[in-house]
Each structure stands twice: as structure tokens, then as C-alpha cells.
């Protein structure tokens, strides 16, 4: 996807250690039946690989802006924390 090769890049690009991209359709025109305007693909990269995900969000332009730089810096502070419930053997 794309939110993750603009992740990965700007990874590459920085020589840093995590990277996040966000695209998506923040309107108020754009919008489709299959990718509606609210609609937002957010990219991580660290050195484990990229994840990106679908978020559905509002589909008012200043909020979506602001919605979805909240949404990739939390999957960042997520990714970054450390497991507080780590695989044991039983």
C-alpha cells in the first residue's frame, strides 16, 4: 500500500530507526462508492517491516487532518511500547 512505501522511504530517506505514512481522501470532494471521502491508509516502517491499516474516519476535512496525524502517531506509541503481556511457556 502506499501509506507503507511512504513509510518505508521515509525511513530509508531519514536513517531512521521508525517511520509513519498517511494518505487518504480528507475532501470534501474525491470521494468514491468503494474509497469515500474520511477514508484513511496509515503506513509504519521500523526494522521489523511495514503494517499498514484502513481507518474510516469523518468526513470533514480539519477534522479528518487532525484525526488521522492523532491515529499514525498512536500506531507509532504502540508499536514503541513494550509488550506488557509477553508469550510465556506453560
Known amino acids: 500500500m502506499v501509506a507503507g512505501e511512504m513509510a518505508e522511504g521515509a525511513r530509508r530517506r531519514a536513517g531512521a530507526d521508525w517511520a509513519v505514512g498517511v494518505t487518504g481522501i ?3 470532494g474525491g470521494g468514491s462508492a468503494g474509497k469515500p ?14 503494517e499498514t491499516i484502513e481507518k474510516k474516519l469523518v468526513p470533514e476535512r480539519k477534522t479528518f487532518k487532525a484525526m488521522a496525524s492523532q491515529a499514525a502517531l498512536n500506531l507509532l506509541r504502540v508499536k514503541l511500547l513494550p509488550n506488557p503481556f509477553p508469550k510465556t511457556e506453560v
Open 37 to 50: 471521502v474520511g477514508l484513511v491508509y496509515l503506513g509504519i516502517a521500523g526494522a521489523g517491516g511495514v
Open 26 to 28: 480528507a475532501g470534501p
